[in-house]
């Protein structure tokens, strides 16, 4: 009988890219596991598979990084308008005071306590929000990110 012929590119694809150990692939693929143990160590199926996960981890934590820049730069922008705003109340008769006329056209100047108090509780609660994505002042960990680094199941066996 002859020499039975694999398709090894896609095996090696699929237990680099996968997470099957080498006897679910062999079983999957119906490859002595001795055969394919020979190709997986010749080829360096288990050191390419943890390149691999690192190239993974790297770009999904690059674009992680990156959406956290961009709505970091929301609320950095949203945060330095609120204080564009109140510097402006706080400089500018006009946007500080509200102008009551009575009946015998006196004037009157009155602070609008209730726009400061939401000025200042805007900025409170951008605060807050910053506190809670960034609680130590540190960038995102593995951790916090959701990302999942699975353990290799069969090394070299």
Not at 123 to 134: F, M, Q, S
């Amino acid at each position: 009988m002859g020499k039975t012929k694999y398709d090894w590119t896609k095996i090696k694809l699929q237990y680099v890219t996968g997470d099957m150990s080498l006897q679910e692939l062999a079983a999957e693929v119906q490859i002595p596991i001795d055969t394919l143990k020979k190709h997986a160590k010749a080829d360096r199926y288990t050191e390419e598979r943890a390149e691999y996960k690192r190239t993974v981890l790297k770009k999904v934590l690059s674009n992680m990084g990156q959406k956290d820049a961009r709505a970091i730069d929301d609320i950095m922008t949203a945060t330095n308008k609120a204080i564009a705003l109140l510097n402006n109340c706080m400089t500018d008769d006009a946007a500080l005071y509200n102008y009551v006329i009575g009946k015998s056209e006196l004037r009157f100047k009155k602070v609008d306590t209730r726009a400061l108090r939401n000025m200042v509780g805007a900025l409170r609660d951008v605060a807050c929000v910053l506190k809670t994505i960034y609680p130590d002042n540190t960038e995102p960990s593995i951790e916090q990110s959701g990302v999942v680094i699975m353990p290799d199941q069969c090394s070299e066996e």
